[in-house]
């Protein structure tokens, strides 16, 4: 009795389709390249417009909004673990809303924000991680710290 084998032409799409499967719904992989530890001083929020000219830009690529802006005076700590890790910074930003002002980011952040006034020193610590989900891989910054700095 001789099977009858599908062609390997219908095997291979397939098998990526289940491969890109397997991947989508593998776990996240997050590899930290930097931490980056500081005192910032506080420089007011501007908004921002993206001008990615996608076709979702600039009300809803999620790049335009609200950003708080924070100048580097001092590093505390510095770490660089990857290969690729940021350098130290001179200057900091945080997007805090959308285009339509809709709060963007951690709700936490955003209360220390409220209370800032221009000059006002910050403790600002951040990662630089290279993330991978869902099969795409890209670099992401996180805040892990703001708070009012205590006086001297």
């Given at each position: 009795?001789?099977?009858?084998?599908?062609?390997?032409?219908i095997?291979?799409?397939?098998?990526?389709?289940?491969l890109s499967?397997?991947?989508?719904?593998?776990?996240?992989?997050?590899e930290l390249?930097?931490?980056?530890?500081t005192?910032?001083?506080?420089?007011?929020?501007?908004?921002?417009?993206?001008r990615?000219?996608?076709?979702?830009?600039?009300?809803?690529?999620?790049?335009?909004g609200?950003?708080?802006?924070?100048?580097?005076?001092?590093?505390l700590k510095?770490?660089?673990t990857?290969?690729y890790?940021?350098?130290k910074?001179?200057?900091?930003?945080m997007q805090?809303?959308?285009?339509f002002?809709?709060p963007?980011?951690?709700p936490k952040?955003?209360?220390?924000?409220?209370?800032l006034?221009?000059?006002d020193?910050?403790?600002?610590?951040w990662?630089?991680?290279?993330?991978?989900?869902?099969?795409s891989s890209?670099?992401?910054?996180?805040?892990?710290?703001l708070?009012?700095?205590?006086?001297d």
């Open positions: 009795m001789n099977a009858v084998l599908p062609q390997p032409s095997l291979t799409p397939l098998f990526a389709l289940l499967g397997l991947a989508l719904h593998a776990k996240e992989k997050t390249l930097s931490a980056h530890s005192i910032a001083v506080y420089e007011g929020i501007e908004f921002r417009t993206c990615g000219r996608t076709a979702l830009c600039p009300k809803k690529c999620g790049n335009s609200e950003f708080a802006n924070f100048r580097i005076v001092e590093y510095y770490e660089k990857g290969k890790g940021d350098k910074q001179k200057a900091k930003v805090v809303s959308d285009f002002k809709n963007k980011g951690e952040y955003h209360a220390v924000i409220k209370t006034k221009k000059g020193r910050v403790r600002l610590d990662d630089h991680n290279y993330v991978t989900s869902k099969g890209y670099p992401a910054r996180p805040i892990t710290r708070e009012k700095a205590k006086a």
